[in-house]
């Protein structure tokens, strides 16, 4: 028998994701055998690995790619640069939870564990380069996701959401696995950089079972993004989580969902006509930029507001991955077009840069929408009252009304995420929508542009809506303010806030380093 | 003419018609030749052994649940030892160590849960 060797150097890139499950462990082991009934200690000890786990994967960013355990993982800047990102996404929802979760007596070390462990799945999800380490990946970020949508057991809400998500899960995660298992058939290879080597002769001897299994990839991702038409689930289990748990989902397992979408498609999209992975990512933006901001519009619950929201977001995402696909020659056949416009890189423009250009646009964009949205899901932890929950009214426009008087430094930092949402400058969301924008007019798909300028300017109404609310109308007289006041509540808002609109201001830091590791990524 | 890729997989094919066709013939031949003589007992619908007593959809204890539950980590952890027992001598202290951190892992799972009094039965 052979004895696989694997150099001591391979556990490096892991650190930041064994970190995650260190802590874990240890939350759960303080939690049974601290018989103390303060459990004060169990946010700051979660922000304690996850600002570890950060740290450390931004010391790592700037090594040059690497693929370790034989291929099926890879360290690069692109998987440090999303842990990162999930790392802050966790680190903001850490924060928000321990308030939210003491005023409802539920303050427990699982919550922080299941936290973490999703969390070190997205940061391996981030650096998988083989389609079964990427599904176990998918499943342990997943499985962590569902137990925490139904934590807090009280009402038919929370169970609908935990069912709803775990039936559907399971059933995209089967989809994608049918898929890579028919990628696999057509390539005899699960590991990324051997499929990259047979996809040109795979497709030419059987292109049916490779575009089916790329399809099949591309709808299982398309549910964990929350992309058109795969987004029925998000209203109903974005609502029915508890609000930290929703602020995690919504940033940190989208981040992670996008790495690996983009790290699969980037492979198969080298191998097939430019045009299929094009047409396919720009069809899903369209759909899922105009159908998500459509149905956020009515809404009146701004939980299924900023739930819709993020499906409007995932759309304009998906602009800056269909950027990725174009080339510096036009698509064989009739010509692509999109409102007339053909898919053509700018001239003076190499396909490297006008990728890089995309993936730095694509990694600032999901930063953005991570500080903007795990703040503003903050707010509303902050606002909801758990009695109202069975009414389905802790969420209302109305909770919102004459906020700026009561509470004006909740109100400001909601005014700022919502619009930063709206990407209005001098905000992060404009920096963002910009890059992203810019990259899709650069690449020529200006359709997509187009569209993405026009349902953001639809989205303002319903952003705008609730600054309206609380700056604009009167406080109801019976209402009462909840005293869910908490360090760490406060202190999220305040960064969450501070971070948006700095890095609105002077993105530049950021934008320098994301484009120096996108570079050093595609560059090889 | 080349041979289909699914050409190695032909015994299994007909392994799969044998089963079905076995399978069918047991059942006929046994309601052809076979003697009936049912009784009131006999007519009681089959549930192991015991008597069927009301609904089918009754609830269960959600104990049953957590020791499954328990089962199914213990067999898994089960399947991974055996195999590396076997090549212990090869692995030497490289597998040594993965296998004593799967352990660890799983150790920490079970400390978890027992000190949670999910092994008590009588609660």
């Not at chain 1, 690995?49 to 790592?60: C, E, K, M, Y």
Request: proline share 6%; glycine share 8%; net charge neutral.
């Amino acid at each position: 028998m052979r004895v696989p060797s694997i150099p001591a150097a391979d556990f490096l890139p892991l650190v930041p994701a064994i970190i995650l499950l260190v802590g874990a462990c240890v939350l759960l082991m303080t939690e049974v055998f601290l018989r103390s009934p303060s459990r004060g200690y169990q946010a700051p000890l979660s922000l304690f690995f996850t600002g570890l786990a950060g740290a450390v994967s931004l010391s790592s960013a700037f090594e040059p790619a690497r693929p370790v355990f034989q291929g099926f993982a890879a360290q690069d800047p692109f998987s440090s640069a999303v842990t990162l990102v999930v790392c802050v996404a966790l680190g903001l929802a850490v924060l928000t939870s321990s308030g939210f979760l003491r005023s409802r007596n539920a303050e427990r070390g699982e919550f922080y564990a299941l936290m973490l462990f999703a969390a070190s799945g997205m940061s391996l999800l981030a650096m998988s380069t083989e389609l079964i380490t990427l599904f176990i990946n998918i499943e342990v970020l997943s499985v962590g996701t569902y137990a925490l949508t139904s934590y807090l057991r009280r009402g038919t809400r929370p169970a609908e959401a935990g069912f709803k998500y775990f039936i559907l899960g399971a059933f995209s995660s089967a989809i994608l696995l049918y898929g890579a298992a028919l990628l696999y058939g057509a390539t005899g290879s699960t590991k990324l950089s051997e499929m990259a080597v047979v996809l040109p002769a795979a497709l030419a001897a059987q292109p049916a079972l490779v575009y089916a299994g790329a399809l099949l990839v591309a709808g299982g991702f398309a549910f964990k993004v929350a992309a058109v038409p795969f987004h029925m689930w998000t209203p109903d289990v974005y609502e029915g989580a508890p609000t930290p748990v929703t602020a995690l989902m919504s940033a940190g397992v989208k981040a992670a969902a996008f790495a690996a979408m983009i790290r699969v498609f980037l492979v198969l999209g080298k191998g097939m006509d430019p045009s299929v992975p094009l047409a396919l990512f720009s069809g899903l933006a369209y759909l899922t930029m105009i159908v998500g901001n459509l149905l956020a519009l009515p809404q009146r619950n701004v939980k299924r507001m900023l739930a819709y929201s993020s499906i409007g977001h995932a759309g304009y995402l998906l602009v800056g991955v269909a950027a990725l696909f174009v080339t510096a020659e036009a698509p064989a056949g009739d010509g692509f077009r999109f409102f007339g416009a053909t898919p053509l890189l700018a001239p003076g423009l190499s396909e490297v840069a006008a990728r890089a250009d995309a993936l730095k646009g694509l990694l600032f964009y999901l930063l953005a929408y991570t500080v903007t949205t795990v703040g503003s899901f903050g707010v509303l932890a902050a606002l909801e009252r758990s009695e109202d929950e069975p009414k389905g009214t802790a969420w209302d426009l109305d909770r919102f009304a004459g906020l700026a008087q009561r509470r004006p430094g909740w109100a400001f930092a909601m005014a700022v995420f919502m619009l930063s949402l709206g990407g209005v400058p001098p905000t992060v969301g404009f920096m963002g929508k910009l890059l992203i924008f810019r990259s899709a007019v650069d690449t020529g798909l200006v359709g997509l542009a187009v569209v993405g300028v026009l349902t953001s300017a639809a989205a303002i109404y319903y952003y705008l809506r609730v600054v309206v609310a609380m700056y604009m109308r009167p406080a109801p007289e019976d209402e009462r303010i909840p005293v869910t006041l908490s360090w760490g509540t406060e202190l999220a808002l305040a960064l969450s806030a501070l971070a948006v609109v700095v890095l609105g201001i002077l993105p530049g830091t950021v934008t320098d380093w994301l484009q120096q590791a996108s570079t050093l990524w595609l560059g090889q | 003419m080349e041979p289909s890729p699914l050409a190695p997989y032909l015994p299994l094919a007909v392994a799969l018609l044998l089963a079905g066709v076995l399978a069918v013939a047991v059942m006929l031949l046994a309601s052809v030749l076979g003697p009936r003589r049912p009784s009131a007992v006999k007519s009681l619908a089959f549930e192991a052994g015991n008597e069927p007593v009301g609904s089918a959809r009754q609830r269960f204890a959600v104990k049953f649940y957590v020791v499954a539950l328990l089962f199914i980590v213990f067999d898994v952890e089960a399947v991974f030892l055996y195999p590396w027992a076997v090549n212990f001598q090869q692995l030497g202290w490289f597998g040594y160590a993965e296998m004593a951190v799967f352990a660890a892992t799983l150790v920490v799972g079970l400390i978890y849960v027992w000190k949670k009094g999910a092994l008590e039965w009588e609660h």
